[in-house]
């Protein structure tokens, strides 16, 4: 056999190679969505994946730490995310996102348009003006579909773009991410003033999973919060012995009062969801230690 026909063969039989693999992957992917709940120490980050591959980052964590977690979860040939909510400017959800934006290129990037005085709220801003086409200021009824999936933006209320907030925690994107019966709530850092806005509105903010806000502050996650969502299942973020005292004892004793699974990125690491639209897996990379 000559040495141009060889080549030939070989490189049909590895493209019927992969060719084969990649049936057997479609087949053995379903209809999943993914949602992981990132270790990122004392801060928020969420990296979503549709049953379409569409890949969402909701805020980014304090530090670069998010990048190793991408690079767990994407391909390293995939430097595209399709699309990054920042719920609002502080640097325990933002610092991770400038990184990302560093080494990653994004098809959207969504948030509240609100001013600071911060110097990476600077770097942020200035990260934002060179990808300016891609920059979609949101506020309630923004409504984003990703082949089944869907988020749907429920706070603030208002277009913030261009103001000076007095309460920045208070303007974070509340955003609904919905796939057929199981629901995910985002809730930033809002404290109850801004829940009760939201239990009070039109919104619907019924959940199966309430990603706690504030990372468990006791002036966030109020009683009237909890009834509203009445969610199954609550993931709070927070550094492992953070200097806040977060997760506090009373927003673990509500969520107990309500009977509501707790989940604890400071003592479980990842907190990894999987749905089918009918049902919620979770897998988490440590034991729960026993709770007294
Ligand atoms: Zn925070």
Redesign the pocket.
Known sequence: MNKKIFLYLALILLALNFFCWKEVFSLTENNYLKVDFLDVG???SAFIETPEKHQILIDGGPTSAVLQKLSERMPFWDKEIDLIILT?P?L??MQGLIDVLQRYRADYILWTGILRETSEYKKWASILSQNSKKVIVVSAGTKVKAGNAEIDILFPFENLAGNEVKNT?DSSIVAKLIYGKESFLFT??ISSTAEKLLANSKENILSNVLKVA??GSKYSTSDLFLAAVAPRIAVISAGVKNTYGHPTREVLQRLQNYDITTLRTDQSGDINFVTDGNSIYITLNYEIPEIP
Do not use: A, I, K, Y
């Open positions: 004392q801060g928020d609002h502080e325990d959800h925690n930033g850092d504030h990372h």
